[in-house]
């Protein structure tokens, strides 16, 4: 008899509740930046389902859903950032400082 480690258990993938998507875009609709937001979300949702169709898999639609869930939540972090004045004009590429990942 093998016993398994603890530490082999796979995570499961982000699985995201069922009404997820429909409150997503209600959150969307209300924010400042619902003409361009909505209809980038509905843009990317047709592309996750028909991608989600063609491979028989959730994940597409899964990855739509956390994808506009993290940008609306970093949304009033961009937001404060912008409004403070800063000059991003001097920014540095991540690719320069980690030598290119690809």
């Known amino acids: 008899m093998s016993a398994r480690p603890a530490d082999d258990v796979p995570v499961p993938p982000y699985a995201p509740a069922p009404g997820a998507p429909a409150e997503l875009r209600a ?18 949702w047709a592309k996750a389902l028909e991608d989600a169709r063609h491979t028989f898999s959730l994940t597409p639609l ?25 000059d ?15």
């Open 27 to 44: 959150l969307l609709r209300a924010d400042r930046r619902a003409d361009t937001w909505v209809a980038a979300f509905e843009r990317d």
């Open 62 to 86: 899964h990855e739509v859903v956390r994808a506009w869930q993290l940008r609306l939540a970093a949304a009033p972090a961009v937001d404060a950032f912008m409004d403070s004045g800063r």
């Open 88 to 102: 991003d004009s001097t920014f540095v590429d991540l690719d320069d400082v980690l030598g290119g990942r690809g």
